[in-house]
T-cell receptor
């Protein structure tokens, strides 16, 4: 059973460009979570999605950030008009349900020049 | 909401010595507790978790942790560390009825030969 997959592993963008981060959950998992890890800090929750629904986006910045988890395909975290402060590692996790352990992907390291 | 405090940001320890990484949490509701390990430039790997039952939890790589409800602690221990244990360790908590994980800021364990 493959683990949580994220791509790309590394992403470099210039200020003002868009970043699209993809996450494929583990087989059988319908719950996806996105976290951001800033340098020298722990992970901070951003958003929790189930198929086609955003359940909790209390950790998402109000502007430029959006997430989706379509019926088919991976979950996407989209950052529009990136700024240097968006440079971080973005981790995706998945679980079977809300009482299950969250399993993490390897992360996408975004660098904004 | 829940919060996690990892009291030590850096812990150096000699090879084959014992180690304890401290974690305290706060929550007004019942929680699940987790320890994750992060190797350089990699994602988070689950070490162990406490959901219910015995307060002493054994995980992978010889680690164990004890849940102490009265002290709201979940300290991680290993009786004899190896060079390969050098990594960042994160304590996390989630409400039993919730969906967010709250992470501590991490403890960097360095094993000295």
């Amino acid at each position: 059973n493959a683990g949580v997959m994220q791509n790309p592993r590394h992403l470099v963008r210039r200020r003002g460009q868009e970043a699209r981060l993809r996450c494929s959950p583990m087989k059988g998992h319908s719950h996806v979570y996105w976290y951001r890890q800033l340098p020298e800090e722990g992970l901070k929750f951003m958003v929790y999605l189930q198929k086609e629904n955003i359940i909790d986006e209390s950790g998402m910045p109000k502007e430029r950030f959006s997430a989706e988890f379509p019926k088919e395909g991976p979950s996407i975290l989209r950052i529009q008009q990136v700024v240097r402060g968006d440079s971080a590692a973005y981790f995706c996790a998945s679980s079977r349900d809300t009482t299950d352990t969250q399993y993490f992907g390897p992360g996408t390291r975004l660098t904004v020049l | 909401a829940q919060s996690v405090t990892q009291l030590d940001s850096q812990v150096p320890v000699f090879e084959e010595a014992p180690v304890e990484l401290r974690c305290n949490y706060s929550s007004s509701v019942s929680v699940y507790l987790f320890w994750y390990v992060q190797y350089p430039n990699q994602g988070l790997q689950l070490l162990l978790k406490y959901l219910s039952g015995s307060t002493l939890v054994k995980g992978i790589n010889g680690f164990e942790a004890e849940f102490n409800k009265s002290q709201t602690s979940f300290h991680l221990r290993k009786p004899s560390v190896h060079i390969s244990d050098t990594a960042e360790y994160f304590c996390a908590v989630s409400a039993r009825a919730g969906n967010q994980f709250y992470f501590g800021t991490g403890t960097s364990l360095t094993v000295i030969p």
